[in-house]
Every structure is written in C-alpha cells, then in structure tokens.
C-alpha cells in the first residue's frame, strides 16, 4: 500500500529575528507513518515541528516563508490556526496536564470546539483514555485531579486529551525525554499501536528511539535538513558524512 | 468519529472572543478612566483655590487655612518615622538575618507582621483612644496620633525591607564575611546599604498612609484646629486629611472650596510618594537582575 | 583579644534588639486585642451577648437605652456584598488585560493607574462619592443619593487595587506550558485564558477577594460620607436607603458617646475585629492549601 502525502513542506525558511533558524526545508510526510527528526540540540528539529501547527506563532519576532501544506492546503495561508491545531494535535516536551480533574482535561479540547452533550463527551474522554492505553488504570479516578498522576500518566494523558479532539497529525516534541524507561516503552509500544490511525512526527534525542518506532527519519544540523530517508537506510548506510558521524556518536 | 461541525461552531467562538478581548480591554481602560476622574475632579476645583493665605496663613472661618495641619502633618510623619523605620528594619533583619528556618518566633512574629497589616484604621483609633489617649493620659493629642500612626505602618516598613534584604545576592554577605567582617558588620555595612532603594520605598508608602489617615487619627489626635502652627506633642491639633474631612462635612460652599483644595494638596502628595516609590523599585529591581 | 570580645558583645546585644524590635509587633496586637477587649467585652456582658449582636434595636441615647448592632453587622455586609459585585468583576477582568492581552506601551499606563488607585487616601474617594456618586444616584436613581448603592460603588472602586494587583501577579505565576497544551488543541487565546488560567490562578484570585473583602468592610471615612448613616430596620434596607455599617457607627457617634454607649462602640469595634480575624484565617488556610498543592 502506497501511502499518500499528508504534510508538504516546500522551501521554508524560519527567522527569529537575526537569527536564521530554519534554512530552506524540503520535506514529504506521508500518512499514517511515523516519522522522526533527530539531530543535536538547537538544530531546528523542534522548530519545524512547531511550525507545523503554528505554535510558533506565539513568539514574537517569528518570521516565516515558504509553504507548509496540510492535505495540499497552505496552512499559513488558508487555514485558521485553530482549525489547523484542531486537526495537528501536539504533545509537548513535558506533560502540561491542566491543574484540572483527569476527566475535565480529556474533555476539555471537545467542549472547546462545541461537543456540550454530556453522553457524547463521556463516550469521547473514554474512547480518548483507551486509545492511550489508560482507560483502567483511570476510569475510577476520572474525577480526581491530574496533577495526582506519575510523570509517565501525565504525559500518556497528554497524549489521550491531544487523541480527544479528533486530529489527523500528532507532533510529540521529545515526550519521553522525561520519563523512566518503563514509561517511556509504554509510550513508544502506544504510538506504533495508534500510527493505523493517525500521521506521527515525533522529535527525540535518543536514536535508539527513532530506529525502534519510526519509519522515516529526518537528520537535522544547524537549521538544515542534512539527510532524510527511511530509517532503516538511514541508521544502517546513510548517505551523508556528517548524518554518519552523528548516528555512531562522533559528535553532537 | 467528527462529532461536531468544528467549522461551523467556530464563527461563534471567535465572536465570544471577541466579545471578552473587547470586555477586558474596557475594564482597563474603565480603570484608569476612573483614577483620571478622580484626579481630574478634585485638581481642577481644588488648585485655583490654593493660595498663599491658605497655605500659610492664620486659620480662621474666613481663610480655613490649612498651615497649622500642615505642620502637624509633617511633624506627625517626622516623628513616627523615627519611632518605626528603626523597628521595622530590624524585625525584618531579624526575620531574613538571624532567625532560623521554621522557627516557631517567627511563625508568630509573621502572623502578628499580617494581622496588623489587615486590622482597619478605626480599630487603630480605637485601641489609640482607650490605650494613648485615656489609660496613658496623653488626651486627644499629637503625641496620641504618632504612637497610634507609628504602630499602624509598621507591617509596611516590614514587609517593604524583609522584601529587600531577601533580595540582595549572598555573595554580597559571603563577600564581606570572607574579608572577616562580622556578622554585625555585614548587615549594617553591605546588606542594609543595598537593601536601601527597598527599605526607603516602604518608608515612601507609610509616608503615605499618615498623609491620607483619618479613622485612627479622628479619635488621638483629634479634629481641633489652632489658628497657628504648633509643635507642641500634648496639643490636639488635625492633620491635613482630617482638615479636608472636617471642611468637607461643614457643607458651606466656601469651605467645600477649601476641601477641594486641601484634596488637591494629597493628591499632590499622593503623586510624589508613588513617583518616588517606582522610581526605588526600579532601582532595587535592577540590583535584583545583577545576580 | 580585648576587640574581639567587644565585637562579640555588641553581636549579642545587637541580635538581641534586633529580636525585640521584632516582637513589637507581636506585643502591638496583644495590646490591640487586650485593650479592645477589656473596654468592649464588659460592655457585651452588660448589655447580653444575644442583645448585642441580633437585635437590630439601636438606640442609646433613649430611656431606657438599648444597643442592638444587627442592623450594622447586616449593613456592613450589604455595602461590602455591593463592592464585591462591582469590584470583583471589574478587577479581575483588568488583572486579565494586564496579565494577558496589555501591548507593553498601554502597560506603562495603567500599572501606574492602579498603583495611584491604591494610595489615593479614604478621604478623596468619600468627598468624591459625596459630590459626583450621591447626587448622580439621586438623579438615574432616586432617593436621596446617600444610599446603599452609593456606598457599594465607592468601596468597589476602592477594592479594585487591591483585586487587580494580586490577580495580576497570580495568572502571570500561571505556566506557559499550560497554555500551550490548551493552544495546541485548537483553542482561541481568550478560550485559553478564560478556561484554563484564570482557573488555574484561583487561589491567588480568591485571596485578592477576600481581601478587598477586608478593605470594604473596615473602610470607615468613605462610607460615613457616602452611606447616610441611618440606622435601618434590617427589613427596610434597600439598595436605594441610607444604612449604617459597624464602622460608621463607630465614628458617628464616639465624639459625643459616653458610659456604656462609649463602650457599646468599642464593642462594636471588636465585632468588627472578629471578622478581620475570620477574613486573616481563611487566608492563611489559603495560603496553606495553595503551598501544599
């Protein structure tokens, strides 16, 4: 089965004032994947990622150019942010649940966009806990405050309340950088388990990760793309010298 | 498994937005219409009606001058300074300084520094009259109004100086303790001087709450008026503030004039006292960004 | 050897000022709770502690006399309940503005405005309600402008500092991830702001009420100029009527008041002092919530 293009990226280029974060990306992301972008810190990965949902928006002296398409739709041009974030859910670095009960978090993204009938949202927030593989671990405590949960629940609660409103892309920026190891191969076993659903761009430190989940791999050095491919051919006979020396640990 | 039309439903979301980005720029903008009233309000009756008469000269039914509740006024902010910047300042040395972390004193200490902070002026008038002005028998008197004024701002010269000294970086302590100063040394020679942009600050703002106190002063030291300035301690006599409430109640047009401009006097005061503290925090917020 | 031992002195006498110097302020609210205690508690005895405090029969200067402060206790709750109204909404949506949706150059504007709002004196904002609020109730309104609404609406205006300073700095203290998770789901900035951190600020937003609660209930001289000061049935209080609180019965009538009346006042100022206890308690519990969360 060949996948279709979901993301296009097309010539961006991204500025945070002087600084020229972003040079000239080109990139496919295919649906129903899970694609991974690894490089050094500060390399641009997370920036991309970002852009992806327009969440870099939120900071001043961003600027943008090139295209970003969603389904062939200029996501800068044609789509309200919201809209756009509706349907490219993001899971953050760390879990940010909100200082509510673990139902009322998972509920919270449908009553935002107009889900009001009590029946329909309980059927979302469990549907939503079970895509996450949490359902039992919570159904008796839906009531109780999320701030109560371990690191790792939080961050697969995170992961459930970004499943509630219904997305088609899901960007994780590094979900497991905090997290033991036990949580994060809950993590990990869950994406590759929803990725039948859902289009997957995941940002991660740890190469070890990416070879274990995704199915391409994009290498990223000072706001470039040095090398994209699958990931299998990427970690065992990458093209390029520096996306070598970078994958067997002689720098970054 | 779309189970509203998102779309559709985000017109009226955007307009609720709307509606509360509209709402809360108005309550600001409401804010300040309100302070710029007010100002605009009592300066424009109250400045023409200054002059040299009223301002220096002998009080009587004609001229309501408010010379003599301006000494008082003064000697009142004078005195209780001297009596509660040195308290103040060290209770808070004490609090930072030398009490020790969890320390059942300063539990107790904290909640007394709060409590007083929240106790309204009247109850101070009232625990001035019974205590200063009945059982120690200072009578209605300046001297009843200072001790009442100097225990009421207290808290702020606390709070203002404890905030201070917090702030200023241990390595300015282990610096001077290093070099083998004493404790004792350091305080007074490096944290206190440092602190001081803080310190003054809490002094500015009591300096405030007596210029603009009247229900704990009304029943200590008094409405009398004289017809010219004295520094006698035992005699009663008004501060400005109350000078405004009295001209005010007495209802004639002439001495409502002299209300507005005794008001317009405190907000003059009022003006300085706020300029000069954003003027010393800032200051203090600088050394703060040094660390 | 000799310095050394007279620095060492002057380190134990000065740490031991510094101690005592800290304990006056313990010493200043014993005294405070001492001495109104022992002028008003004698007074409650006398008149009966059931007489005192629920029935709204206040007149002292009759034969015989009596001293029900119902009436000023329920009044007192009435302009405060009416501040809180006004002040509350109003506050809390300009601590928003200041905290989330102020442009940096209107910022210099109206943080200043609110800090001059906090130190303009009881006095200006009383006159102020006496010559523009009075007469404009008199006018939209009716009645003779010295009125309940008068008094709630000046106290609103007074509590707003103190509302709009301490919500301010609590949504501010609110992190940024919490608003990204809520952006990221496709939520607009003032859904964010609305749902997700001003709930998340409500301590601090709590504490700011309950003390422009404080503020309201003990302000005295902007009230006495305002409120009219009659004495009301508790079944005649209207928004409209003149009404009496704790503390305006306390400065209207203690320049002539003497005997049991005196005291019945001081008494009257310890029931005020009880709800300022209340008021510093449920803060402290607050205070103790919001740090074990």
């Given at each position: ?37 690894i490089g050094p810190s500060g390399c641009g990965k997370s920036t991309l990622l970002k ?202 | ?290 660390k | 050897m000799e310095s050394t031992r007279k620095s060492h002195f002057n380190e134990k ?281």
């Open positions: 089965m060949i996948n279709n293009d979901k993301i296009k990226i097309e010539n961006v280029n991204l500025y945070y004032g002087e600084f020229h974060a972003l040079k000239n990306i080109n990139m496919n992301v295919k649906e129903k994947e899970i694609t991974a972008f852009s992806l949902n327009r969440m870099n928006d939120l900071i001043e002296g961003v600027k943008i150019n090139g295209k970003m398409l969603l389904d062939g739709i200029d996501i800068y041009k044609d789509m309200d942010p919201t809209m756009l974030r509706k349907r490219v859910g993001m899971v953050f670095q760390k879990p940010n649940p909100f200082p509510m009960s673990i139902y009322e978090n998972v509920a919270y993204g449908p009553k935002t966009h107009g889900v009001k009938s009590k029946s329909k949202l309980d059927e979302i927030v469990e549907q939503s806990l079970r895509s996450a593989a949490m359902w039992d671990e919570v159904k008796d405590r839906l009531k109780k405050s999320a701030l109560g949960l371990s690191g790792g629940q939080q961050q697969r609660l995170c992961i459930a309340r970004a499943f509630s409103v219904n997305p088609e892309v899901i960007l994780l920026d590094e979900p497991t950088s905090a997290l033991d190891p036990i949580s994060t191969m809950k993590i990990e076993d869950l994406l590759v388990d929803i990725k039948k659903n859902y289009t997957i761009i995941i940002v991660t430190h740890n190469m070890q990760q990416a070879t274990r989940i995704s199915d391409k791999t994009g290498f990223f050095l000072h706001g470039e793309v040095v090398e994209f491919d699958e990931t299998e051919k990427l970690f065992s006979m990458p093209k390029n010298k520096k996306t070598e020396d970078y994958i067997t640990g002689r720098f970054g | 498994m779309e189970l509203v039309n998102a779309e559709k439903n985000l017109r009226k979301r955007k307009l609720i937005s709307l509606v509360l980005k509209a709402g809360v720029w108005l309550c600001g903008i409401m804010t300040v219409g309100i302070l710029i009233f007010i100002l605009l309000f009592i300066l424009l009756r109250g400045v023409p009606n200054i002059n040299m008469e009223f301002l220096f000269g002998t009080y009587n039914s004609d001229t309501l001058s408010a010379f003599s509740s301006i000494v008082t006024t003064f000697e009142m902010i004078l005195i209780s300074l001297l009596v509660a910047v040195p308290i103040g300042v060290f209770c808070a040395i004490y609090l930072t300084e030398y009490a020790k972390r969890g320390n059942k004193a300063v539990k107790v200490i904290r909640l007394a520094v709060d409590t007083l902070a929240g106790i309204p002026s009247i109850v101070y008038g009232l625990f001035g009259m019974i205590l200063f002005v009945n059982i120690l028998g200072f009578r209605a008197s300046v001297l009843s109004g200072i001790c009442t004024v100097s225990i009421m701002i207290l808290p702020v010269i606390i709070s203002s100086s404890e905030e201070a000294i917090k702030s200023v970086p241990d390595m300015y302590r282990e610096g001077s303790l290093g070099l083998g100063a004493t404790r004792l040394g350091t305080v007074f020679r490096i944290v206190v001087p440092t602190a001081m942009p803080g310190i003054l600050s809490g002094v500015i703002l009591a300096i405030g709450r007596i210029v603009g106190e009247t229900a704990a002063l009304i029943f200590t030291s008094g409405t009398n008026v004289l017809e010219s300035p004295t520094l006698d301690l035992f005699a009663s006599q008004r501060t400005l503030a109350i000078h405004m409430y009295m001209l005010a109640s007495e209802g004639l047009p002439h001495s409502k004039d002299m209300a507005f401009a005794t008001g317009a006097i405190l907000i003059l005061v009022v003006f300085l006292v706020n300029l000069a503290t954003t003027k010393l925090a800032g200051r203090l917020g600088r050394l703060g960004n040094d | 006498f000065m740490q031991a000022i510094f101690f005592l110097s800290a304990l006056a302020s313990v010493i200043a609210v014993v005294a405070i709770c001492l001495f109104l205690l022992i002028r008003g508690v004698p007074a409650i005895g006398e008149i009966g502690f059931m007489k005192f405090i629920f029935n709204e029969s206040w007149k002292p200067t009759n034969t015989p006399p009596s001293y029900g402060i119902l009436s000023m206790i329920v009044g007192s709750l009435y302009v405060t309940g009416g501040a809180i109204a006004i002040g509350v909404p109003v506050g809390l949506m300009c601590a928003i503005f200041l905290a989330e949706f102020c442009p940096p150059a209107v910022y210099k504007i109206v943080k200043p405005a609110v800090n001059l709002l906090a130190g303009i004196p009881s006095i200006i904002y009383g006159f102020f309600g006496m010559e523009i609020v009075v007469p404009y109730v008199r006018e939209y309104f009716g009645g003779n402008g010295f009125s309940v609404l008068s008094a709630s609406l000046i106290l609103g205006i007074m509590i707003l500092p103190t509302i709009i300073s301490i919500s301010e700095s609590s949504i501010r203290a609110i992190p940024y991830s919490y608003k990204e998770g809520s952006l990221g789901l496709g939520a607009t900035k003032e859904e964010t702001v609305f749902k997700v951190i001003v709930p998340a600020a409500k301590s601090g937003i709590l504490t700011s009420i309950i003390l422009g609660v404080g503020r309201a209930v003990g302000e005295t001289m902007a009230v006495v100029m305002v409120a009219g000061n009659a004495v009301m049935p508790i079944d005649k209080i209207r928004l409209l009527k003149p009404i009496r609180t704790l503390t305006t019965n306390i400065v209207t009538e203690m320049s002539y008041a003497s005997g049991l009346h005196e005291s019945s006042l001081i008494a009257t100022g310890v029931v005020l002092f009880v709800f300022i206890i209340i008021l510093n308690t449920a803060l402290s519990l607050i205070k103790a919530k919001s740090l074990r969360n």
